[in-house]
């Protein structure tokens, strides 16, 4: 264990004063002027947390698990906390010594221990907009506590909440620490954009849309913390130690958040096709005997899936775009799996197939490979999706019912880069305005589906009750039983 998280760890045992009251492996009380900066921006965060976390149980106790250290093989710990006063922390990754820059024109040069210069508003940038998706969940998920399908449901996205306010105060810490007074003026404006506002929103589509329900919820997380995490993974491929090492800890956590999306679906899934089965409905489309039994179709959840996914590719950016290109070139962001990729890390040379629209018809055009670096991530976002996929259609298959997910086209329902100025149908035919018109209610969720997914959403908030539409999970969180509390309300 390193001295580091030994550090962090005696602080969780000791009462401290308030500099320690930001749990932390960079060694925050050595740096007073940055400690004075967060301990200035510490009750903004609180007050924002208050206003725009979790409504309603902010009084509740809540099983969370707490970041209190690197050291994989024991970084959290478990118990029940009121969400503000959970101890968010800034925690990186242990340094690796001699890191080098792993791509771009830097290549093989020391990785920077300080901002390079020539760099500085781009590097700012890409971590202003990583830190402002953040708190947009948790904004996005405010409501979603009082028709929890479960105290363990609950549970799980209040871990996801608090959490995405860690990566917050991870990004923060950058900003602070690294862009002096610039970085603290970004830091205060995190606060103050609102998911969806009209005036001041948050910086990415896909975070101002709403979280409705809790079919949206384990999408979101399934299919948009995906996206986080494809992300991330490219940022702790930067030269910038300091950022890279932040994100390879994020990644630790955003793990969890992927795991709930995942079984969330899988479980309603489930619910599903055991309530088909015992009441001997085998046709996947018969929607209303199968709403009547209180569970989702599966068709209903494909359209729901099929918006998730659609405006979380649009998160890539332009499939083909210069920004992205200096990103890599500069050396602040690889590409998925950089260091494993077997190529020469610079692109100079090389050449990505990106598939476009052109004339109205489908081509693959081979692009600069330097330009074309969203459209990688892209794909292996979508790549990275299926393996979920796959396993939800094992859950269908084995209980014999006649359906499987698929993911759209890449191009179907696209506000940005290639596919924007297209109607495309999610098998991938280009289609008028008026197909388009014709065909969306199939594809994406519309206002009677809508309707019907919210008459289910009601609270089930004694400790082993599951709603009707959601499987129970198979093992609890951090081995507790299923009918554990894993939220103490007050009932005052
Ligand atoms: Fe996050
Ligand atoms: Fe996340």
Redo the contacts with the bound molecule.
Sequence with gaps: MSEATEAVRDDQFVEVSYDDAIPNNVNLSDDRQLLRALESWHPNYIDWWKEMGPEGFQEADVYLRTAVGVDPSGWAKFGHVKMPDYRWGILLAPKEEGRTIPCGRHKGQPAWQEVPGEYRALLRKLIVVQGDT?PA?VEQQRWLGATAPSLYDMRNLFQ?NV??GR?LWAMVYLLVKYFGRDGREEAQALLERRSGHQDNPRILGAFNERTPDWLSFFMF?YFT?RD??MQLAALAQSGFDPLSRSCRFMLT??AH??FVGETGVGRTIEATCQAMKKAGITDPFDKERIRALGVVDLPTLQKKANFHMSVTRDLFGSEISSNAAEAFSAGLKGRFNESSLSDDHQLENSTYAVLRVVDGRFVTEEVPALRAINSRLLDDYIADCQGGIDRWNKVIEKAGVNFRFSQPHKGFNRRIGEFAQTRISPDGRILSEQEWQAGVNEWLVNDSDHAFIRSLMKPCHQPGHYASWIAPPRVGINNQPVDFEYVRIEHS
């Design positions: 953040e969940s996801v959490e995405e990566h997380t913390d986080g995490k956590e955003e958040h992927l």
